[in-house]
């Protein structure tokens, strides 16, 4: 079966401190990744997504970036922390093709920028 | 751009009784509606689906209803149960998102509270 692991679950960091958060992805293969972000009191916004090893879209300017360096990895990343980056992120996994439309998402990681 | 939208940010109702959740999208090219749900620290978890060539689909006590013409889409849960209480996301994807990215597009969320 498949299953995501996203870690870690809680993360305190400085402002202007440097950010990874890593998910892998285990029992499948070729999977579209998805990094999520639910600020407080808001939505699900969309931060990044990857049809494959190396292949990254970004959705919303920001201050973070996401890399695939395998094919069931995907890492989140940030140089320099802002207040504004606080908040609940979240990976998903979906499959390839028509039918993929449902996701998997991580148990998440709740990021709180001091 | 909201495309997909959650009007109510809260709804309580008591054990036993229907719950009905809302949601509207203004994307007529949506081929895939979803509902997850979501308990605090932890993340989504699917719940149920719907074709854009269906209008109804129903699993156990939740239900799914699609109102194309009026763009709306409503989660019914009977009997509520305080283990439903929780956030619910509506989800949608897009004709052309299909095939490779599937992506989702998500609305605010509607917190259900199931009072004993």
């Known amino acids: 079966s498949q299953t995501i692991h996203q870690w870690p679950a809680t993360l305190v960091q400085p402002v202007g401190s440097p950010l990874s958060l890593e998910c892998t992805v285990e029992?499948?293969?070729?999977?579209?990744l998805y990094w999520y972000r639910q600020a407080a009191g808001r939505g699900l916004q969309l931060l990044f997504y990857?049809?494959?090893?190396?292949?990254i879209s970004s959705e919303v300017p920001q201050n973070l970036s996401a890399s695939r360096p395998q094919d069931r990895q995907f890492i989140l990343s940030s140089k320099k922390l802002l207040l504004s980056d606080s908040g609940f992120y979240l990976c998903?996994?979906?499959?390839?093709?028509?039918?993929?439309?449902?996701?998997?998402f991580g148990s998440g990681t709740r990021l709180t920028v001091v | 751009d909201q495309q997909v939208k959650q009007n109510s940010p809260s709804l309580s109702v008591q054990e036993g009784r229907i719950s009905i959740l809302n949601c509207d999208y203004t994307?007529?090219?949506?081929?895939?509606f979803l509902w997850y749900k979501k308990y605090p620290a932890e993340g989504p978890t699917f719940l149920i689906s719907?074709?854009?060539?269906?209008d109804k689909n129903e699993d156990g006590r939740f239900t799914v209803f699609l109102n194309k013409s009026a763009k709306h889409l409503s989660l019914h849960i009977v009997p509520s149960q305080p283990g439903d209480s929780a956030v619910y996301f509506c989800?949608?994807?897009?004709?052309?998102?299909?095939?490779?990215?599937?992506?989702?597009?998500f609305g605010t969320g509607t917190l259900l509270a199931v009072q004993p």
């Open positions: 998903a996994w979906s499959a390839r093709g028509a039918l993929g439309y449902g996701y998997t």
């Open positions: 029992g499948t293969s070729n999977p579209n």
């Open positions: 990857s049809v494959g090893i190396g292949q």
């Open positions: 994307n007529s090219m949506f081929d895939y």
């Open positions: 719907i074709s854009s060539i269906k």
């Open positions: 989800a949608a994807r897009g004709m052309n998102y299909g095939g490779a990215t599937n992506k989702l597009i």
